[in-house]
Structures are given as structure tokens and as C-alpha cells.
């Protein structure tokens, strides 16, 4: 209840609005009713070369991020790990470890 008051909010509902714009998800459901638990969609599974792909499609679109994730479906968060990590260590950096 903290963030509501910090952030000025009136209801759950807006602060759920902001989360699912933010992360791009467009499957949030809830149980209805006060105090309403968030289920967010399972993420898709993205292989290495579809990564990659992404990527590539980032850097040679002048690095627009809205552009890359309504593209592939993908959310910023998740997208923005990808990034920093093949900034970081190239595509040994995907990989899982």
C-alpha cells in the first residue's frame, strides 16, 4: 500500500495498467474484486537464433527498442537483458548458463 500513496494512485487497477504498458503484456487477468491477484501469460521459449535475429533486427533499426519489441512480440525488460549481455560478451553471452 506504500507505492499507492507515493505514487499518488486511487486503485490497484491503474498501477496494473502502468505494469502491463510497461512490460508490453497484453494477457494480464485477474480474479475480480478488491485485493485481485495479477497472472501473467507464460513467456514464450526464444531460441538462441532467434535472439540473434532479434538483435540484429535492433542494432539495424537504430537501436529502437518499441519498434523491435511490438515487431517480435517480446518485452522490453527481457529484450533489454539480450542487448546488454551481446554488448557485453557477444553471442557467447546468450547463452544460458
Request: aromatic share 14%; hydrophobic share 30%; net charge positive.
Amino acid at each position: 500500500m506504500k507505492i499507492f500513496k507515493r505514487l499518488g494512485l486511487r486503485s490497484n487497477r491503474q498501477l496494473r495498467v502502468w505494469i502491463k504498458m510497461y512490460n508490453g503484456h497484453k494477457d494480464f487477468r485477474s480474479t475480480g474484486g478488491q485485493g485481485s491477484e495479477i497472472y501473467l501469460t507464460k513467456l514464450r521459449s526464444i531460441t538462441l537464433e532467434e535472439q540473434i535475429e532479434i538483435i540484429i533486427y535492433y542494432i539495424a533499426n537504430s537501436k529502437d527498442y518499441g519498434a523491435t519489441t511490438e515487431n517480435y512480440r517480446v518485452s522490453y525488460p527481457r529484450m533489454y537483458n539480450w542487448v546488454r549481455k551481446y554488448e557485453a560478451e557477444g553471442v557467447d553471452g546468450l547463452s544460458d548458463k
